[in-house]
């Protein structure tokens, strides 16, 4: 009976029975076995030059791909650097797997290198926790973590394996011993609730349809469709959910962006709401007081989170939406979709026109513009900032499923996404070009990822929005202390083109608007990692720094 190291047992499941090819990783002494049996069973190590950026490589890589994202970090500070992203999975109810070292067993309570009680701290942010004690255990608790991940609402699962489990030998036969694979479980809905969700939907003058990350974890493409097309609801989708119709589809408002979707959601009779939260972004539900309310969620906790429901349907979005589908009706709603559309390009008619006249300095929706027009509709964009991420959601379209993330949008807020995810995007779908629109001071926490994707051939481009500040931040103090009273939100101009050059990869500096394009275009055919760094208008505020600023205020 052939006996193998611990760690190698690790990569031979990972690798034979959940099929995976590529782990985010960053080296450590805890987890030399585990590395090394990568190199044994042909796994792909994208090693990276800070956790926190493996933790959101393999979230966005669960995004794009379907699957669980795996990602290795060592014990101690490697551990702790992690859970940033951790934390952005949890809440973001995202599929991530974090195998984690940790100290010796044999050395317990002595003091020993980075020892630390790591599971207490990462309970609260993960759906399950594990510590591996036996190596021939091994197979079994990674058969659980990639259970728990995916089963239900997903989420980030965190197992820790000591360096004494992982460098003794256990049979190599039972890594396969539990290659039975995950098994999909599907809550169905009753006929009434069913009957009862349809009468409303027929019977609405005004409704509207927003789905969220539920949607995009949901294989739902094929009934969204049969169902949005059958009813005729406007709709817009977003977060992890956005591109599983396509942006320009016929019955999406996301031509006309967050307008569109907050006069949709305030001025609808009937609203259905697919796999989202009613969070902060949509006022907790206070948008909509006198909507009647159709929620869909796997999580029948959320289904009455915030704002009753009239109706809450149980279950993951594609099995719901095929259950209802025979109870609704064929509906024609472009009237109601006119009337919304010519009211949302009332309300942007400023920023239309922005996008497509010069300005000097440049404004933001106008490099937005430009990118757009360079790269087009079936690139995968990622976009990571503060008044940034208000640009990107609202001037970048793609046709692509996740075509355009924004990460910083989500519950968490957290700033730094945009260079992991674009690394990640990339690796999933090679076939696709990749931009991140980046604000100068989200990039400065991930921008040394450019040398990962460097020293692994990862091309992508990254444009930055460079107002020279925290530019949220920055007006924000602005609106609420005066512009005397600035603190801690101005940067500066900082060549970052250079860093990346540096680094080995493709720079670009621009100061006007006719240098765009060209730039834009030099950075693609570079077929290099790339930073093209803008510097745009430091007056430009956005709607949604706006609205943050006064939901702060709110009592």
């Not at 994208?46 to 791909?65: F, G, L, N, P």
């Not at 008044?387 to 609202?394: C, E, K, L, P, R």
Request: net charge negative; hydrophobic share 40%; aromatic share 8%.
């Amino acid at each position: 009976m052939a006996e193998i190291y611990g760690g190698h047992l690790v990569a031979k499941y990972l690798k034979e029975v959940e099929k995976v090819g590529t782990v985010f990783a960053l080296s450590g002494g805890h987890i030399q076995q585990i590395l090394d049996g990568f190199t044994e069973y042909g796994i792909r190590a994208i090693d990276v030059r800070h956790e926190q950026a493996a933790a959101m490589m393999a979230h966005a890589w669960s995004i794009y791909t379907g699957e669980p994202g795996v990602c290795l970090v060592t014990a101690g500070p490697g551990f702790t650097n992690a859970l940033t992203g951790v934390v952005n999975a949890y809440l973001d109810k995202a599929p991530l797997v974090v195998l984690c070292g940790r100290s010796p067993l044999r050395d317990d309570l002595k003091g020993a290198l980075q020892e630390m009680n790591q599971v207490d701290m990462v309970k609260p942010v993960v759906k399950w926790y594990g510590t591996c004690y036996d190596a021939k255990r091994i197979p079994e608790y990674l058969a659980m973590a990639f259970r728990y991940a995916v089963e239900g609402r997903p989420g980030p699962v965190f197992l820790e394996i000591p360096p004494d489990i992982l460098n003794v030998k256990a049979p190599e036969e039972i890594a396969s011993a539990l290659a039975r694979g995950r098994q999909k479980f599907t809550v169905r809905t009753d006929d009434e609730s069913l009957k009862q969700a349809a009468n409303l939907i027929n019977s609405a003058k005004k409704p509207f349809f927003i789905g969220g990350s539920g949607v995009g974890f949901s294989s739902c493409d094929d009934d969204l469709q049969a169902f949005i097309e059958k009813t005729g609801i406007p709709f817009l989708l977003i977060n992890n959910g956005r591109g599983v119709l396509p942006d320009n589809h016929a019955l999406s408002v996301m031509d006309v962006g967050f307008t569109g979707m907050m006069l949709g959601l305030s001025q609808a009779d009937v609203i259905m709401a697919a796999g989202i939260r009613f969070n902060w972004a949509l006022q907790f539900g206070a948008l909509f007081p006198n909507a009647k309310v159709v929620r869909i969620d796997i999580d029948p906790n959320e289904i009455d989170r915030n704002r009753a429901s009239d109706v809450g349907l149980q279950g993951d979005v594609a099995s719901v939406l095929d259950q209802i589908l025979p109870y609704v009706e064929k509906r024609d709603h472009s009237g109601w979709l006119t009337d919304l559309r010519k009211a949302s390009y009332a309300f942007i008619d400023s920023e239309l026109k922005q996008r497509e006249e010069p300005s000097d300095p440049i404004h933001p929706i106008r490099l937005v513009a430009q990118i757009q027009k360079v790269v087009g509709d079936d690139a995968l964009y990622v976009v990571d900032g503060g008044d940034t991420s208000y640009f990107g959601f609202v001037g970048l379209h793609s046709k692509q499923r996740a075509g355009v993330l924004v990460p910083t949008s989500g519950l968490f807020g957290c700033l730094g996404t945009g260079i992991p995810y674009g690394i990640a995007a990339k690796l999933a779908r090679p076939d696709r070009k990749v931009v991140v629109l980046n604000g100068d001071g989200s990039f400065g926490f991930n921008a040394m990822e450019f040398d990962t994707a460097i020293r692994h051939n990862i091309p992508f481009v990254c444009v930055i929005n460079n107002d020279c500040a925290w530019g949220m931040i920055k007006h924000g103090q602005e609106m609420t202390l005066g512009h005397g009273r600035l603190q801690c939100s101005e940067l500066g101009l900082r060549h970052y083109e250079k860093v990346v050059e540096g680094l080995g990869g493709h720079g670009e500096f621009v100061s006007k608007d006719e240098e765009i394009i060209p730039a834009l275009e030099r950075a693609m055919a570079s077929n290099k990692p790339a930073c093209v760094n803008v510097l745009t208008d430091p007056t430009v505020t956005s709607p949604a720094t706006v609205m943050f600023e006064q939901a702060l205020k709110m009592e």
